[in-house]
């Protein structure tokens, strides 16, 4: 458990950073409400997914499968820059996050 949450508070840092980067303070404070709900339920749903392919396949599928919820939770906002990279680089902060809890544990 302290594990996934060291990973979604890192997934939420990356993701406040470079969506408070690219848009307004107003904006930012508006959605961050609902960023913190979508950013820990997307962490889930990955984080079921890589403990499901670890189990069925054996493979160390982390990064493509990260890559892949973030491609596909971004696809609603592609016209839009200012959420498609915060998505990516909360997906980066995610996979930082897994990465440095194995190297700790």
């Known amino acids: 458990m302290k594990k996934f949450l060291v990973e979604v508070l890192l997934a939420l840092v990356m993701f406040a950073l470079s969506i408070s980067l690219l848009s307004t303070f107003s904006f930012f404070v508006a959605i961050f409400p609902f960023v913190v709900l979508a950013v820990l339920l997307i962490c889930a749903v990955t984080e079921a997914f890589v403990s499901f392919s670890d189990k069925k396949w054996g493979f160390k599928w982390d990064l493509g499968i990260v890559l892949g919820m973030a491609t596909i939770t971004s696809l609603p906002f592609y016209p839009s820059f200012v959420f498609v990279v915060p998505i ?7 996979y930082a996050g897994r990465r440095l809890c ?3 544990h």
């Open 88 to 94: 990516y680089m909360g997906a980066v902060g995610y």
């Open 102 to 104: 194995s190297r700790l």
